[in-house]
């Protein structure tokens, strides 16, 4: 079993459209999580860390839930600019990250 | 500007002729480290260093090796290249920081293929 798990998509959605993705994780001492973003054949990019209250940011909201290890991560409003694949990343005890395969989205207009 | 660069962008190569991936970071971060990334597999990290002169092994070190002898570079040498090693190479840096919530830094990526 994968460390990190994603649904690998795609999810194809219309502009205006709220999309959400699921993550597990199977290592219970992983105590960091984040979202990152890649688009095609370029770099990841931070979008968002995940704090265990939830947070927020614009259109984004993240969630974790600890119980079940689990990680959420729900786009409102969807823009064409979303299109990207997004990468679940847990970090344990360790200084290691490590990162799912990735969910794909695709918005149309 | 803070950045990650990463050399050559794109390299062909042949089975057993060494070669050598640089990477550089600008932000004075202690951490860097070195991922591969393949289709389905997603990123799987290479090695990594916490800080001058100290590196570690990631989840597949077979077949690389690296060095940190100043802050800034970090690069990957893969001694005699196979062609399971044809991927797409990151380099990242960050703070080395265990209280807040770090933040790593990627380079472009490095497209390999070893033929």
């Known amino acids: 079993r994968k460390e990190v798990e994603q649904d690998p998509g795609p999810f194809n959605v219309p502009e205006g459209a709220t999309v959400a993705f699921n993550c597990t994780y199977s290592?219970?001492?992983?105590?960091?999580f984040f979202w990152y973003r890649q688009d095609c054949r370029k770099e990841p990019k931070l979008l968002m860390s995940?704090?265990?209250s939830g947070n927020e940011d614009g259109r984004f909201t993240a969630q974790l839930n600890r119980a079940s290890q689990y990680i959420s991560l729900l786009i409102r409003d969807s823009k064409l600019s979303d299109s990207a694949t997004y990468l679940c990343?847990?970090?344990?005890?360790?200084?290691?990250?490590?990162f799912g395969t990735g969910t794909r989205l695709q918005v149309f207009p | 500007e803070a950045q990650v660069t990463q050399n050559p962008r794109y390299l062909i190569t042949v089975t057993g002729k060494k070669l050598t991936v640089t990477c550089s970071q600008n932000?004075?971060?202690?951490?860097m480290s070195w991922y591969r990334q393949d289709p389905g597999l997603g990123l799987r990290q290479i090695y990594y260093?916490?800080?001058?002169?100290?590196?570690d092994k990631g989840d597949v070190p077979e077949g690389y090796k690296v060095s940190r002898k100043e802050k800034r570079n970090f690069p990957l040498i893969l001694e005699s290249p196979s062609p399971n090693q044809t991927s797409l190479y990151f380099c990242a840096s960050s703070r080395q920081d265990r209280v807040t919530y770090n933040e790593q830094f990627f380079g472009p990526g490095t497209r390999l293929t070893v033929l």
């Open positions: 260093s916490m800080n001058v002169e100290v590196t």
């Open positions: 932000m004075n971060h202690e951490y």
């Open positions: 995940v704090y265990s």
């Open positions: 290592n219970s001492a992983s105590q960091s």
């Open positions: 990343v847990a970090r344990g005890n360790t200084d290691k990250l490590i």
